[in-house]
């Protein structure tokens, strides 16, 4: 019998007590499961604690009669309460395992889900798959790592969901078969919670595995090779398609894989998708490519993606002064993010630095040191790019800022203005996490707005 058949009279931890694990908490009183939910925060818990639900401090091992472990996404796979619970016997599933049993029986029927995974451009593309479907009058809703729990979002009813999973969620994903799926690009990122490239790789596959269409983006080796072989595959790619491909031709995005004909069907204008860049065309390929999945027609892919306004700190323009631009893309927070970034833009002062956590940067500089004009670099990693910079770029210009609290930023933007031209983008693309220095890239991009926007008012005044 499925796990969910026994939720009414299960007694169920959930592990974490942040936004998912409340939502999951919810969910399942409202199945008649007896909840217990435990974190480290016992302010956290304290909010959670009642209308069904008991609390526990730093549970260590499941309680005596435990069913089910529903973990939050940040748990580690070797967390101490989760390794008992398997050695136990008892099962550990994630949230979104969670929501699709829920999903499954709901009264009207289960929603089309349509799955958006990779390492980078999740929260863009499941953003424009939003406002494309919504422009085509479905009753549609972006969630899961986007901000809203994927199981709030079944308990709503909404008839699409546009899901944005991490590799966290899909690891705990085993019955998990969306109507469609897309794994946008996979690099180097969280070896740290997944143990090796390889499985951290495997567990964006998940997304795939069970699909009914995969969504494959021809231009990353890492989407194709996860894609493989699987039997309803469509590609995208920033050149013209081929037969049963979406992609770019004469300035349009095309369609050749379920328009009418073999010629291709014209959905929008490269001028339609923003913010600019590579990097954005192919989030808006593959969020088109789901949303005619869903059997979205063109109009309603141009009106949707003239309609998206992209979520903060993703290479938004902060302030204009005096010729230069200053862009904020601190979620840019590993190298492929910040490459991607740095091509969107021909002149570029590249603000930088953070927790690089071990990855690698020499690659980023080497392939984007034509457009580097200056840069800029802070935070704890800041030797280490500007190192890469003295390999690839050794006549580029360095300013380097030693200070370690977040009013920093001042002097960055400050030195960054010293070596900007008119025509230039001073850009924060960090490739790195910002928690040296910053509660989270959020912060980050907060502090950089401020700074650009005092500056041009100082030198305005």
């Not at 369609?255 to 065309?281: W, Y």
């Not at 928690?435 to 401020?450: L, T």
């Amino acid at each position: 019998m499925h796990p969910i058949e026994d939720l009414a009279a299960a007694r169920v931890v959930v592990a974490g007590a942040r936004v998912t694990g409340s939502a999951v908490a919810r969910a399942l009183v409202e199945q008649g499961a007896q909840v217990t939910v435990t974190d480290s925060s016992p302010d956290l818990l304290a909010a959670l604690e009642g209308g069904g639900i008991s609390v526990a401090t730093g549970l260590t091992a499941p309680p005596e009669g435990t069913d089910l472990v529903v973990t939050s996404p940040g748990w580690r796979p070797d967390a101490p309460l989760l390794t008992a619970a398997a050695a136990a016997g008892i099962d550990v599933v994630g949230d979104v395992e969670l929501a699709w049993w829920l999903d499954r029986r709901r009264p009207g029927g289960p929603a089309c889900w349509l799955v958006v995974t990779g390492t980078n451009g999740k929260t863009t593309t499941v953003g424009m798959l939003e406002a494309v479907l919504r422009a085509a009058g479905i009753d549609a809703v972006a969630c899961g790592n986007v901000g809203l729990a994927v199981v709030e979002a079944v308990r709503a009813g909404h008839a699409v969901l546009a899901v944005e999973l991490s590799s966290f969620q899909l690891h705990w994903s085993r019955s998990l078969a969306p109507r469609a799926a897309a794994v946008l690009n996979v690099s180097a990122d969280h070896l740290d919670w997944h143990g090796s490239m390889a499985a951290y790789a495997a567990a964006k596959g998940i997304a795939y595995a069970a699909a009914g269409t995969a969504v494959c983006n021809a231009d990353d080796a890492g989407s194709v090779a996860l894609a493989g072989d699987h039997p309803d595959r469509v590609d995208v790619t920033l050149g013209p398609p081929g037969p049963g491909m979406l992609g770019i031709a004469d300035g349009n995005l095309v369609d050749r894989a379920f328009g009418p004909g073999t010629g291709g069907e014209v959905l929008a204008g490269v001028g339609d998708v923003g913010p600019p860049g590579p990097h954005n065309l192919a989030n808006a390929l593959v969020a088109t490519a789901l949303a005619r999945c869903a059997g979205v027609g063109a109009a309603a892919v141009e009106a949707g993606l003239r309609s998206f306004v992209p979520g903060g700190h993703r290479g938004v323009t902060v302030s204009e002064f005096r010729g230069v631009r200053y862009v904020d893309d601190s979620k840019a927070t590993n190298p492929h993010a910040a490459r991607a970034a740095l091509l969107a833009h021909p002149r570029v002062v590249w603000v930088a630095g953070g927790l690089l956590k071990g990855a690698d940067v020499d690659e980023l500089v080497a392939a984007t040191a034509d457009r580097i004009t200056g840069a800029v670099l802070l935070g704890a990693d800041r030797a280490v790019i500007a190192g890469a910079l003295a390999r690839h770029a050794p006549d580029l210009p360095v300013r380097v800022v030693d200070s370690g609290d977040d009013g920093a930023m001042t002097d960055v933007v400050a030195a960054a203005a010293g070596l900007a031209r008119p025509g230039d983008v001073v850009l924060l693309a960090p490739a790195a996490a910002s928690m040296d220095m910053f509660s989270d890239y959020a912060h980050r991009g907060r502090a950089f707005a401020a700074a650009a926007q005092a500056l041009a008012g100082e030198r305005a005044g």
